[in-house]
């Protein structure tokens, strides 16, 4: 690694310039720049500040990352349309005894994920008592979810609606974008069965056998 680098750079003057030096600066920075510019543009304050009002709610290493004020910032803020006033008054009470019974709960002590915190909460029940923490879990359970499909049905967009189809109707869009999104499904779907169903609606123009 310590030997002249002479690719791609004049030498004239850059004698110094080692694979190293090159490895390091021109291509190692030059990629964690441009991570870190993607990252930047994906992930911005409110989102960050999303996910980390949402790890207050992580249940590893015995419910460290526990803050009953970050709980509650993250319900009045990113879903205020869930929660009434009342029920935020009520989420601060039930926050206060969750502090006090959860964590210490056989149950809960092991568990990483919050993933994990709410199957837990419904099998041991607590999901009634703190009925408006278990609410708010749920919410913040659906946001990779509702990110990641709202990235592949843009995605499934550029595809399907192409310059050649500019001209395709709101309503076949969606549905050739249900098809393709979810081309797995799609795909263990028997042609004759669809022909079958059509059949059975009543009498067509077209035979279909």
Known sequence: MGAPFKGGRSSKGEDH????????????????DYQLMELNNRFNDEAMELLILSSALEP?????SFKAGDICK???KFYPDDFTQQEMYCLKSQLQH?????????????????SELCRG????????????????????LTLPVST????????????IKSSLRNKMGDEF??????????RELAESIDTNSIIDAFES???RRVLFH
Not at 98 to 114: G, R
Not at 122 to 130: A, D, H, I, L, V
């Open 60 to 64: 590893k290493d015995g419910f460290k």
């Open 74 to 76: 993250l319900a009045s």
């Open 121 to 140: 909460l419904t099998e041991t029940q607590k999901s009634q008592n703190y009925y408006l923490i278990d609410r708010l879990i749920r919410l913040v």
């Open 173 to 182: 869009l969606a549905d050739s974008m249900v098809v393709y999104i979810e």
């Open 148 to 159: 990641a499909t709202t990235e592949r049905a843009f995605s499934a967009m550029k595809l």
């Open 17 to 32: 310039i080692t694979f190293e030096h090159h490895y390091h600066f021109d291509v190692f920075n030059t990629i964690i």
């Open 201 to 203: 609606l009543g009498n």
């Open 98 to 114: 969750y502090e006090l019974d959860v964590p210490y709960h056989e149950k809960f002590k092991n568990m990483s994920t919050i």
